[in-house]
Structure formats: C-alpha cells, structure tokens
C-alpha cells in the first residue's frame, strides 16, 4: 500500500469536533449550503484574525489555542477536502493546494505546541521522548492535546509522504491516547473516533489492529448515542477500505446517511459536511476499489 493510500484519510476524522451553540451551527449550516465559498471567506477571515491575535500575543495560552484551533478547522474543512477531489482529476493542482495547507498546518503545530508549553512547561520534552515520560495533565488539557494531533495529522497527510513528517507519528498516538485516558467521552467520543483512523495506520500496529480500530468504533457510537456521522465515515474509511471491502463501505456509508444531522445541536454542522462527504464517497466509489 502506497503511502498517499495508508495515510489519505487520517486527518478527515480529527475535523469532527466543533462545539458550536445550535444557533451558530444552523447559521453555518446555511451559510454552505446556499453560500459555500462566503463561509469559506468568512471562516478564513476569522483564522487571520485569531492568527494575528496569537502573534501579537505569543504569551497567551488561549490566544494561541484558539488560533491553532481555528486554523485546523478551516484547513481540514476547506482546503483538505478540496485538494482531495482536485487531486482526482489534476494531481499538480491538487499538490498546490496540499503544499499551502501544509504551510498552515505548520504554523497551527507551533501555535498549539506554545500554548500547551506555557500550561505545562516540560511539554517538549515529554513530546519529543520517545523514552518513558510523564506529565501531569489536567481534564481540561484535553481538548489542546487533541487538537495538537489534529495539527500533525494534518501536516503528515499534506506532506504527501515527506519523511520529515512521517516520523512524527507517533506524537499523535502519544496526543490522543493521553487524551483518551484524561477524558475518554469528551466531545461526543472525539478521541475514540480518531483512534480508528490512527489505530489502522500507526507504525507499531498489532497484528489485530483491525479488531483494535472496530472496539473504537463501537466505544465512538457510544459516546455519541449514535448522533454523530463521523465513526461510520472513518470505518468506511479505514477499515473496510483497508480490507477492500465494498459491501460493508456502502453499509456504514448508508448507515450515516440516515442519521438526523439535527438530532444533536452541538453535531449537527459536523453531520452536514460529514453527510457531503459520504455523498462523495459513494459517489465516487469505484475510485476506491479495485
């Protein structure tokens, strides 16, 4: 399996987590569904102004995190899912646009990274050991851990297979299991979901690492009461994909596409652009399978 394959889709499940008022989500939800590229506009607009913020405030752990945050959104949300489909048709443009969201995944590592360095001043040591390390997270610290292994997963999958970046995988295992054990259920079974994705492709998989992506699955359903599209995406993803099988991809696809996108306010603008994109998956299956 090619690296643009094993690693494709690693990042789409990190963009599931928005906690949005439910008027909010209903806005944005309309705003992309009749105005896609204003919302596309005004969320770059707001990353530039959070960015800026961040700058000019290089001690301010929030400012920092929210602009990091920020960034990643918007990054994963417009210009991943639009190199992907680019790259179908014209993989030099698709590669322009994965070398610029590159550049702000980038940015989003160090943004993230200060912030949590100035919460826990022996961050960098304990990310960059590959030794046994310790620090003392706090519950709260969750959501900054999680968000820093968005920022590298999305910086791997836009280096197209640079080895610079390859190695920096098992950071996200160490973010997202950290996270998992500080707070296993937050944001609706966020870490979970992204552990399907990771459990699949990281480079000390076990020989069961299928078994280990389903128990995630199922621990992700769970944690959602079964209102979030996201896991049945990612098990489409990577483990039906994985195994070429197209019967249970369609099925979990299916299985999303009749969820209420409404049921849970706070989900319900992740279930829209989670509902597109298992549109264009099966849209497009005979892409994936061979």
Same mark, same amino acid.
Not at 80 to 84: G, L, Q, T
Not at 212 to 231: C, G, H, V
């Given at each position: 399996m090619s690296f643009t394959n094993r690693y494709n889709f690693l990042p789409l499940f990190f963009f599931t987590f928005f906690s949005l008022s439910c008027s909010t989500s209903s806005l944005s939800i309309v705003a992309l569904n009749f105005t896609p590229e204003l919302a596309q506009k005004t969320f770059h607009r707001n990353s530039?102004?959070?960015?800026?913020k961040a700058i000019n405030s290089p001690n301010d752990s929030k400012a920092l995190y929210n602009a990091s945050k920020n960034l990643t959104m918007y990054t994963y949300g417009f210009l991943?899912?639009?190199?992907?489909k680019i790259s179908?048709?014209?993989?030099?443009?698709?590669?322009?646009?994965?070398?610029?969201? %590159?550049?702000?995944?980038?940015?989003?590592?160090?943004?993230?990274?200060?912030?949590?360095?100035?919460?826990?001043?022996?961050?960098? #040591?304990?990310? %960059?050991?590959?030794? !046994?390390?310790?620090?003392d997270f706090k519950k709260e610290s969750s959501s900054k851990l999680y968000w820093a292994a968005a920022s590298y997963a999305g910086a791997i999958q836009s280096? %197209?297979?640079?080895?610079?970046?390859?190695?920096?995988? !098992?950071?996200?295992?160490?973010?997202?299991? #950290?996270?998992?054990?500080?707070?296993p259920e937050w944001n609706y079974g966020a870490f979970y979901t992204a552990m399907i994705s990771y459990s699949m492709i990281r480079h000390d998989a076990s020989p069961n690492k299928i078994d #280990?992506?389903?128990?995630?699955? %199922?621990?992700?359903?769970?944690?959602?009461?079964?209102?979030?599209?996201?896991?049945y995406i990612a098990y489409a993803e990577n483990i039906a994909l994985y195994q070429q099988n197209k019967n249970e991809f369609t099925n979990m696809l299916y299985s999303a596409l009749r969820i209420d996108i409404n049921a849970n306010p706070d989900l319900s603008l992740v279930n829209y652009i989670n509902r597109s994109r298992a549109n264009w998956l099966l849209d497009n299956i005979d892409e994936f399978f061979y």
């Open positions: 530039i102004r959070l960015e800026k991943m899912d639009e190199a992907k179908m048709e014209d993989y030099k443009e698709g590669l322009k646009i994965y070398n610029e969201a %590159n550049s702000i995944f980038k940015r989003s590592i160090l943004y993230i990274e200060k912030s949590i360095q100035l919460d826990y001043k022996d961050y960098f #040591t304990w990310i %960059n050991n590959s030794q !046994p390390s310790s620090i280096s %197209n297979g640079d080895p610079n970046w390859v190695v920096q995988l !098992p950071k996200i295992g160490k973010l997202l299991e #950290t996270g998992l054990e500080l707070y #280990t992506a389903k128990y995630y699955f %199922n621990k992700a359903l769970e944690a959602s009461d079964l209102q979030d599209l996201s896991p």
